[in-house]
C-alpha cells in the first residue's frame, strides 16, 4: 500500500513525533510506501523520518504562517502556539496551508490510505477533504484533553472524527474517552496497545552497574508530568528510610513555560537530596540511564500510556507510576509481572491541573511508593511481545482491510 502519515507538529519531539516516526519506519520494513505531512518551524530540518519516505513539511513562522507549531500539549518542549490561542485568521491560514500540502502530496503521491495522528483540527481538515479513499486516526491523548479544555471548532472537529474510517486507541480508558467526547461508533474504534523499540530499549549490551537508591524521571519536565511534585516528595524522604546513594535524574525537554520551568530548577537545586536536570539527551544515553538506575518515576496528572515507562522496565528498572484511568487495567492485563508501585494522584480542577490543596498528601503518598519500590527485589518484565513491529502490523492489517473494502 502507499500510506500517507500527516501530523500537525514535529515529528523530531514529544510522544506522538516518536510514535509517527517508528510506525513509519515499520510501515516501510513490512514493504509499504510512505509520505509524511508534518508542521515544522522554517529553517528547520527533520531528522527522524527514514530517507525512503518522501516528506512534506509545512512551516510555520513564515509570512503564511507567521506564528509557532501548534501543540498538542500546552507546554510544549519547543516554542509553540496553543490552540486555545488560534484566532481565526490563524485557523484559516493553518488550514489553508495544510490543505494545500494535501492536495499536492494526493495528487503526486497518490496513497491508498491517509493516518492521521490526533483527533482534532487537522485530522477534520483531512477527512472533510479525503472522501475517495479510506482516513484513520491515531488517538494520542492529548487530542482528549485539548477537547476538554477548550471549544476550538469544537462540532467541526466532532462530526469529522465520527466519519473517520478506523480509530486507533491505546486501550479500553482511552476508548471510552473516544466514545464520550466524541461520539463515535464503538465499532470503528480498535485498540492497539503500544509499541516500543525492544532492539534499542533491553537488557544487553555492555554491563552497567545498577546505582543503588537511584531514581530517573524521563518525560517532560513540566508540573503536569508530575516533576515539581516529585522534587517535592524527596524532601519528605528521611536518610534512614533509602540507600545512601539516594538521588534523582530529571530527564527531558521543558515546555514553553518559562516561568514554570524556572520553578522546577529552584526547587531542584534547594532539594534536600541531589536532583539533577540532564536536559534532552541522546538515544545512547538514554539507555545506559535506564539500565543505570534503580526505580523509574513518573507521577503525571494526565498521560495516555507512557512509553518511557515500558522503555524503562525494558531495561531493568522498577517503576513508580501514578494510578491515571486506564493505566493500571493496561499494565495488570498485559505485563502482570511488570514491578510497579501505584500512586493516587490527587483531584483534578482540570484535566491536568490538580487541586493545590491537594498535592502535599499526593506528594507523601508518593515519598512513600518511591520508599517502598527501593525496598521491591528486583524482577525483569517481560516486555517481548510490545513491539513497534507488532503495533503497526495490527494497523496496517486492519487498513489494508478498509482498503480492499472501500473504506468503513
Not at 34 to 49: S, Y
Not at 80 to 106: H, K, M, N
Request: with cysteine.
Amino acid at each position: 500500500m502507499k500510506i500517507l502519515n500527516v501530523i500537525a507538529q514535529k515529528p523530531d519531539f514529544t510522544g506522538s513525533g516518536i510514535f509517527l516516526a517508528h510506525t513509519v519506519e515499520q510501515e516501510l520494513a513490512l514493504g509499504h510506501d510512505t509520505a509524511v505531512i508534518c508542521g515544522i518551524e522554517d529553517g528547520e530540518a527533520i531528522e527522524t523520518l527514514p530517507g525512503q519516505t518522501a516528506v512534506v513539511p509545512v512551516r510555520f513562522g513564515t509570512a503564511e504562517l507567521p506564528f509557532n507549531v501548534c501543540g498538542m500539549s500546552d507546554s510544549m518542549p519547543y516554542p509553540s502556539t496553543r490552540y486555545r490561542d488560534l484566532a481565526p485568521d490563524a485557523v484559516a491560514a493553518f488550514e489553508s496551508a495544510f490543505s494545500r500540502a494535501l492536495s499536492g502530496v494526493l495528487d503526486s503521491f497518490d496513497p491508498d490510505i491517509v493516518v492521521c495522528h490526533h483527533l482534532y483540527l487537522l485530522t477534520g481538515i483531512v477527512r472533510e477533504t479525503v472522501a475517495d479513499r479510506p482516513v484513520v486516526a491515531f488517538c494520542h491523548s492529548t487530542d482528549l484533553r485539548q477537547m476538554e479544555q477548550h471549544g476550538l471548532e469544537r462540532d467541526r472537529i466532532v462530526r469529522a472524527v465520527r466519519s473517520l474510517d478506523r480509530i486507533f486507541a491505546l486501550h479500553a480508558q482511552q476508548q471510552s474517552e473516544i466514545e464520550r467526547i466524541y461520539g463515535v461508533d464503538p465499532e470503528r474504534i480498535i485498540q492497539t496497545g503500544p509499541g516500543f523499540d525492544r532492539e534499542t530499549f533491553n537488557l544487553g549490551g555492555k554491563p552497567v552497574e545498577r546505582a543503588r537508591g537511584s531514581l530517573v524521571f524521563v518525560g517532560k519536565v513540566s508540573r503536569a508530568k508530575g516533576a515539581q511534585a516529585l522534587v517535592e516528595a524527596l524532601n519528605l524522604v528521611s536518610a534512614e528510610q533509602v540507600p545512601a546513594g539516594f538521588s534523582l535524574d530529571l530527564v527531558g525537554g521543558h515546555g514553553s513555560d518559562a516561568q514554570e520551568f524556572q520553578a522546577i530548577c529552584d526547587r531542584a537545586r534547594d532539594c534536600a537530596w541531589p536532583v539533577t536536570l540532564t536536559g534532552r539527551i541522546p538515544l545512547d544515553e538514554l539507555v545506559e540511564k535506564y539500565r543505570s538506575r534503580e526505580v523509574f518515576v513518573l507521577p503525571s496528572f494526565f498521560d495516555g500510556l507512557p512509553l518511557s515507562a515500558i522503555e524503562a522496565l525494558a531495561c531493568g528498572c522498577k517503576v513508580v507510576l501514578s494510578d491515571l484511568p486506564g493505566l493500571r487495567p493496561w499494565f495488570e492485563k498485559n505485563l502482570p509481572d511488570a514491578p510497579i508501585v501505584w500512586v493516587a494522584p490527587p483531584r483534578m480542577k482540570a484535566v491536568d491541573e490538580p487541586f493545590e490543596e491537594d498535592l502535599p498528601a499526593f506528594e507523601r503518598r508518593l515519598a512513600d511508593a518511591i520508599i517502598a519500590c527501593l525496598a521491591m527485589p528486583h524482577r525483569p518484565a517481560r516486555v517481548d511481545s510490545l513491539s513497534w513491529e507488532g503495533l503497526t502490523r495490527r494497523f496496517v492489517e486492519e487498513s489494508a482491510a478498509l482498503v480492499a473494502g472501500g473504506g468503513n
